[in-house]
C-alpha cells in the first residue's frame, strides 16, 4: 500500500480544520493511503486503549480521580488526545480519527462484537467531554450539531426553585452557579426517567454536568447505525486479500506475549499436574482436566485449548506424548489407535511434523470468540459459554463463597470475562489485587505460580464491601506488549490449519 506525502505538507491551518476538534462523532471517514503497518499499528494501539477503559471502569467508580489519572495515564502513552482542544496535537487527532474507523471494520463483524466496541467508545467519549471546561463542552456541542439553548440568568433565577427541587445534589448556591441549558424532552429522555431534571412546556432544564447523558444517546444512536451499515459492506472489504486476514485478526487481537517460549520446559512432571490443575490452572482448563480424567477422552476443540496451554507451561513433546497417551489407553482408543490417530497432530503442534510451525497456546480472546463448544465439549470460556447456573455449581465445586460467585455473576451481565476470570483467581488465591491484565491462560498459571512460590505479595488485607470498586488493575501486559507484524497475524491465521490434524474423534 502506498504512502500519501500530502499529509506531511499539510500547513498548520489546513490541520486545524481538518480535525477542529480533539473530539468528534466519527461521521466522516479518512481518506489518506496508509501503509499496512500502520493500519495495524494504528488498530492495536487503539484496541490497548479500549482494553484499557474496559477494565479501569470495572475496578473504578468513573467520576474518581484514580480512574481519569490512569486513563490520562493510558492516552498519554498510546499519544491519543488527552488535552481538551489543544491547538497541536494533529497527529494524536490523526491516529484517533483513523483508528477508530479500522477497529470499527474489525468489531461490525457480530452483535457481541459491536455491542463491546460501542461500550467501550462510549465510555472513552464520556471520559473525554467530561475533561472539557464548560466554553469548550459548548463549542463541542456546536461542533456536533447539538445546540441547545442556554438559559438566561433573568429566567434562572425565576426558577431556581423548581431547579433546586428537580436537579439531585444541587443547592440554590449551586444552582445560581452552574450554567443551564434548554433541551428538547425527547433528547433529555433517560434524565426525565430517571427524574433528575426540570421539565416546563416540552422542555427539560438540563445542568451543564448532566448534558453527557444526552452527548452520550447521540453518539450511541450514531454509532449504532454506523456499525450496522458497515457490517452490511463487509463482503466488499473482505475480497481484499490484504485486509481481510488484518481485520479477523483485530477481532480476536491479543497483545500480550504469546508464551511460544518455553522457558520452563522440562520443568513440570506428569505427576504434578494433577495437584497444579487444582492450584493454578484457569477455569477453563481446570474444567478440560477435570474432563479428560473422568472420561479419558476430550474432542479436537479440547485436544487443542488444552494441548497447547500444557506445551506452553512447560511440557516437552515427549511428555506430551506420554501424558495423552497415558490417559487415552485407559478410555476406548488402544495404543496402536492412539499412535496412528493422535500422536501425529501433537508433533505438528510442536512445529515436529507438516510445515513446521511451532504454534503457540490460546489467548483468552481467541478461546472467548471462536469455536464456542456444542454439546460434549469441554473447551472454551466457562465465563462466556456456560449457562449461569451451571456456572455457579463449577465455581461453587472450586470452593468460591458465595459473595464471590455473586460478584462474578454481575460481571458476567456486562461481558466482562476475562475480568470474571480476574476474579476468580482474586477469590482462589485469597488477594485484593492480582496486579496484572488478565488476557491469557498461561498468563494465569505464570501469574498463580508466581504468588504460591512467594515472588509477590499475595496476603489478603481486610477490607469493607464498600470498597471494591477501588482496586487498582494494572495494565502490566499491556506495558510489555508489542505491535504484530503482519508475519504475525500470518501466523495467527496459519494456527487455523492445525484444526485439520485434530478432527478425529
Not at 54 to 80: D, Q
Not at 337 to 349: L, M, T
Request: charged share 25%; net charge positive; with cysteine.
Amino acid at each position: 500500500m502506498e504512502f500519501l506525502s500530502g499529509r506531511a505538507r499539510l500547513k498548520a491551518g489546513d490541520r486545524r480544520e481538518l480535525y477542529p476538534h480533539s473530539l468528534q462523532f466519527y461521521l466522516e471517514a479518512p481518506t489518506e493511503n496508509i501503509s499496512l503497518v500502520e493500519f495495524e499499528s494504528l488498530a492495536v494501539d487503539r484496541l490497548k486503549l479500549l482494553k484499557a477503559v474496559e477494565n479501569l471502569g470495572v475496578s473504578y467508580a468513573r467520576s474518581s480521580e484514580c480512574y481519569k489519572t490512569k486513563l490520562e495515564a493510558e492516552l498519554r502513552k498510546l499519544k491519543f488526545p488527552y488535552k481538551a482542544l489543544a491547538e497541536d496535537d494533529y497527529e494524536a487527532r490523526r491516529k484517533d480519527h483513523i483508528s477508530h474507523f479500522i477497529l470499527r471494520l474489525a468489531y461490525c463483524q457480530s452483535e457481541d462484537l459491536r455491542r463491546w466496541f460501542l461500550q467501550q467508545e462510549m465510555d472513552l467519549l464520556r471520559y473525554r467531554f467530561n475533561q472539557l471546561t464548560a466554553s469548550l463542552r459548548q463549542k463541542f456541542l456546536e461542533y456536533v450539531n447539538l445546540s441547545f439553548e442556554a438559559v438566561s440568568e433573568d429566567l434562572k433565577n425565576e426558577l431556581a426553585d423548581e431547579l433546586c427541587a428537580s436537579t439531585p445534589g444541587f443547592s440554590m448556591i449551586k444552582v445560581k452557579e452552574q450554567m443551564f441549558y434548554k433541551v428538547g424532552l425527547a433528547d433529555a429522555v433517560d434524565l426525565f426517567r430517571a427524574r433528575r431534571v426540570f421539565v416546563m412546556e416540552g422542555f427539560a432544564y438540563v445542568p451543564l454536568k448532566d448534558v453527557d447523558a444526552i452527548v452520550l444517546n447521540s453518539y450511541r444512536a450514531k454509532l449504532s447505525k454506523a456499525l450496522a451499515l458497515t457490517a452490511r459492506s463487509l463482503p466488499a472489504i473482505q475480497s481484499d486479500e490484504r485486509l481481510q486476514p488484518l481485520l479477523k485478526h483485530l477481532s480476536h487481537a491479543y497483545v500480550g506475549p504469546d508464551y511460544s517460549v518455553q522457558k520452563n520446559a522440562g520443568k513440570i512432571s506428569l505427576e504434578e499436574i494433577d495437584a497444579l490443575s487444582v492450584r493454578s490452572f484457569p477455569l477453563c482448563m481446570r474444567q478440560l482436566h477435570r474432563a479428560l480424567r473422568d472420561s479419558h477422552h476430550l474432542r479436537h476443540g479440547g485436544r487443542m485449548q488444552y494441548g497447547l496451554f500444557l506445551k506452553g507451561i512447560g511440557l516437552t513433546l515427549e511428555q506430551a506424548l506420554d501424558f495423552w497417551k497415558r490417559e487415552f489407553i485407559r478410555g476406548k482408543v488402544d495404543a496402536d489407535k492412539f499412535d496412528k490417530g493422535y500422536a501425529y497432530s501433537i508433533r505438528h503442534s510442536y512445529g515436529k511434523e507438516g510445515r513446521r510451525t511451532d504454534y503457540t497456546p490460546y489467548s483468552c480472546m481467541k478461546i472467548i470468540m471462536s469455536n464456542p463448544p456444542s454439546q460434549g465439549d469441554y473447551h472454551g470460556c466457562p465465563f462466556r459459554h456456560c449457562e449461569p447456573e451451571l456456572l455457579r455449581q463449577k465455581l461453587q465445586a472450586c470452593k468460591v463463597p458465595p459473595a464471590g460467585i455473586a460478584q462474578i455473576l454481575e460481571l458476567l451481565k456486562g461481558m466482562h470475562y476475562q475480568l470474571a476470570c480476574q476474579k476468580y483467581f482474586e477469590l482462589t488465591h485469597e488477594v485484593d489485587d492480582v496486579g496484572f491484565s488478565l488476557s491469557h491462560p498461561n498468563q494465569y498459571f505464570t501469574e498463580s505460580q508466581r504468588l504460591l512460590s512467594g515472588a509477590r505479595e499475595g496476603k489478603k488485607e481486610p477490607s469493607s464491601p464498600g470498597n471494591s470498586q477501588q482496586k487498582t488493575v494494572r495494565q502490566e501486559s499491556k506495558n510489555v506488549s508489542s505491535v504484530p507484524t503482519p508475519s504475525s497475524t500470518a501466523a495467527a491465521a496459519e494456527l487455523e490449519g492445525l484444526e485439520a490434524y485434530f478432527t478425529e474423534d
